[in-house]
């Protein structure tokens, strides 16, 4: 089967607990039952991906998690499930449990909305946060510190995402200044790779030698880790993906032989709809309409063991999983 065919393109089930535009969206750890999803409605709600029963639409989550008094902009899962990370406009940095569905930590060292959160560290012992303060803080989640135990404050503009990838010990960060910016934490070094236009996304390949990134002219680029050199570039002049204002997730799916990210919508009477290229070449094989009334898909999660993905829509929809026919 091509991978044109076999890409999942068929919806399933939709969620619609929620009543404001979905602005992330996280899998549960392997095997990715579950789906973490915040809102502005200042809500995050958890939700089985695929329902045991044969329905097509949820309307009520498994679990609903409400501490934020603003927009939830981020989450993070831990690796063990028994944790999940939250950010937003409070300026906070939230760790929760997720059976008790309270909040175990309460971090407040930023000084304006934090928009990207992830887990680092053994055991998942660090949290990562980047805001529109401009600084990316790490917490101690063993601690009961209140202040972050290191603040990297390179960035000019917004930090708008962030991407640990543990293996190389390093932080992906990328701002609104227009800088993809890599830090190794071990050894202390930062690279800088200059885009030019505002950063949105950062996402590092599984084996660490590429990094996407996706820019508010409307293309994703994936750039060699070590050098910095254009690898490939999706979108652009011309293409029906389009992203010029919102700020816009992408991620590597298939293995990192796909890139998938959600658009704006082309028009005032157009529909946002989501993409996927194949690595190699650099071609779209696969468009899914988000549907009537989403003018953007602000954010996507890629669940590489059920083969599946979902997407945090404007209407307040997540359209999640969609696998292979």
Known sequence: MSR??????????????????????AFSSHPGTYLLTGSSDRSIHLSRAVPTTNVSETTQPIQRYEAHGYSVLDVAVAADNAR?????????????????GGTIRRWGGHNAR????????????IVVSGSAD?????????????????????????VS?????????????????????IYDIRMGRTTVDVLAHPVTSVRCSADGNALLASTLDGRIRMLDRVDGKLLKAFGGDGSPYQNSEL?????????????????????SNAHASVFAWDVLSGEIIASVDAGLGV??????????????WAGGCSD?????????H
């Open 247 to 267: 700020r816009i997730r992408s991620v590597f799916a298939e293995g990192d032989s796909v890139v998938l990210s959600g658009s704006e919508s082309l028009s």
């Open 84 to 100: 999940f990370a939250s950010v937003g406009g409070d300026r906070l940095v939230f760790l929760w449990d997720v059976e008790q």
């Open 161 to 181: 995402s962030l991407h640990v990838h543990m293996s190389t010990y390093s932080v992906a960060s990328g701002s609104y200044d227009g800088r993809a910016r």
């Open 4 to 25: 044109k065919a076999g890409f999942p393109t068929r919806l399933v089930h939709t969620l619609k607990t929620h009543h404001g535009p979905v602005n992330t969206v």
């Open 316 to 324: 307040g929809t997540i359209a999640p999983p969609l696998p292979p």
């Open 114 to 125: 934090v928009e990207a959160v992830q887990f680092a560290g053994e055991g998942d012992s």
């Open 134 to 158: 401009t600084t990316i803080n790490l917490w101690d989640t063993r601690s009961n510190a209140h202040k972050p135990i290191q603040t990297l404050n390179e960035a000019r503009d917004t």
């Open 295 to 308: 003018k953007v898909v602000s954010c996507i999660a890629w669940n590489q063991s059920g083969k599946c």
